[in-house]
């Protein structure tokens, strides 16, 4: 068991984008701790460390599929933070 933070910051195409954006920011956020929730143990259980570049491309995918294709423009991954549990 670990704990994982991920800071990211979400790029809109256009400011109509970014005003959609806000408003699915709940919805985003739900969908995307549920799709990490399943993916990052079974990617550590293979792996030492997380592929940074991995999850931006799972985020877009699922933000493409919760705010239509081409509104998010990037998925930016700030910063990613393990800790292993004592």
């Known amino acids: 068991a ?3 933070q ?3 910051k979400l790029e809109a195409a256009s400011v109509e984008n970014e005003s959609a954006i806000a408003r699915l920011l709940p919805r985003l956020n739900d969908a995307f701790l549920r ?7 079974r990617h550590l ?3 030492e460390r997380l592929d940074v570049a991995l999850i931006k491309d799972r ?5 493409d599929k919760v705010a239509g294709p081409g509104v998010i423009k990037s998925v930016l991954v700030q ?3 393990e800790n292993p549990s004592r």
């Open 59 to 63: 985020l877009q995918m699922v933000g």
């Open 6 to 8: 991920i800071q990211l």
């Open 79 to 81: 910063a990613v933070l």
């Open 45 to 47: 259980r293979k792996e």
């Open 2 to 4: 670990a704990t994982v």
């Open 35 to 41: 799709d990490l929730y399943g993916f990052i143990p």
